[in-house]
C-alpha cells in the first residue's frame, strides 16, 4: 500500500536550469508535505515544507507546488548548482512522516 | 555538535546474534523516532517515542525492542537477527509530536549486515 510515489527514480539537469521533482500521493488526510535531501553516508535533511492549505511555498532557489486535486507535490529548483546533487524524498505526515522511494538529481556542470 | 548521533555507523553480524543500535539527541526534542530503510530504498517509520512513552509501533516484529531511558535517548535492541534485518536504520528526533510541521531531524544512519 505505498501512499507516495515517485516514479522517477533519476534525473538529470544542466547546471543553471531548472530541476523538477515529482511526487503523486493516495493519502489526503495529510497536514503537511515535506522535501528532504539526502548525500550518501548521510541522514537526510529537511529541505522545504508546504501545509496543506497553501498551494505553494518558495525559499530562496526552492519552490515547491501542491496540487490537491491532482495529489501532486513537486519541488522546482532553479538555477540547479553542482552542490544540489543527491536524493530527494518526498514525505507527507500527520505525527508521522510516510516516505517515497526518492529521486536521485544529478546536476551535470 | 552532532545534533543527532547513532553508534555503531555500521555493523556485520551473524544470523541468530543480538546487537543494540543506540541514538542520542541534543537538541532537547520531545519525541524521537526509528526508521528503517530497506534495499528498496523505503524509508519507514518503525517506531515513535515522546518523552520516553511508545506513541508509535508499525507492526515491527518483536525480536524489535526500543528503549528510551530518557527523551535524548532512544536505542534498538534486536534479538535473534534475520538475513532480511539488513538495512540502514535511521534515528530521528522532532521538537513536538502533535502540531508541529512534520520536520524530522535525522542521524547519520546505522548500517547493518546480516550474514
Known amino acids: 500500500d505505498q501512499q507516495v510515489k515517485q516514479n522517477s527514480p533519476s534525473l538529470s539537469v544542466q547546471e543553471g536550469r531548472i530541476s523538477i521533482l515529482n511526487c503523486d500521493y493516495t493519502?489526503?488526510?495529510?497536514?503537511?508535505f515535506l522535501w528532504y535531501k539526502k548525500y550518501p553516508a548521510e541522514g537526510p535533511t529537511f529541505l522545504i515544507s508546504?501545509?496543506?492549505?497553501?498551494d505553494k511555498n518558495e525559499d530562496g532557489r526552492f519552490t515547491v507546488f501542491l496540487n490537491k486535486s491532482a495529489k501532486h507535490l513537486s519541488l522546482h529548483i532553479v538555477p540547479s548548482q553542482p552542490g544540489d546533487s543527491a536524493v530527494y524524498f518526498c514525505?507527507?505526515?500527520?505525527?508521522?512522516?510516510?516516505f517515497g522511494t526518492g529521486t536521485r538529481l544529478t546536476i551535470i556542470p | 555538535d552532532t545534533a543527532v548521533s547513532q553508534t555503531p555507523k555500521y555493523l556485520v553480524t551473524q544470523m541468530g546474534n543480538d546487537k543494540s543500535i543506540k541514538c542520542e539527541q541534543n537538541?532537547?526534542?520531545?519525541?524521537m523516532y526509528w526508521y528503517k530503510q530497506d534495499s528498496k530504498k523505503f524509508l519507514k517509520i518503525m517506531f515513535s517515542?515522546?518523552?520516553?512513552?511508545?506513541?508509535i509501533n508499525e507492526t515491527v516484529p518483536n525480536r524489535f525492542s526500543p528503549k528510551s531511558p530518557d527523551k535524548a535517548h532512544l536505542n534498538l535492541h534486536i534479538n535473534s537477527l534475520e538475513l532480511g534485518d539488513s538495512a540502514v536504520y535511521f534515528c530521528?528526533?522532532?521538537?513536538?509530536?502533535?502540531?508541529?510541521?512534520?520536520?524530522?531531524?535525522f542521524g547519520e544512519g546505522s548500517r547493518l549486515t546480516v550474514l
Open positions: 530521528a528526533s522532532s521538537p513536538t509530536q502533535r502540531g508541529n510541521t512534520g520536520e524530522l531531524f
Open positions: 493519502n489526503s488526510m495529510f497536514d503537511y
Open positions: 508546504i501545509s496543506s492549505i497553501k
Open positions: 514525505a507527507f505526515g500527520n505525527e508521522k512522516l510516510t
Open positions: 537538541l532537547g526534542h520531545d519525541t
Open positions: 517515542y515522546n518523552n520516553k512513552e511508545l506513541i
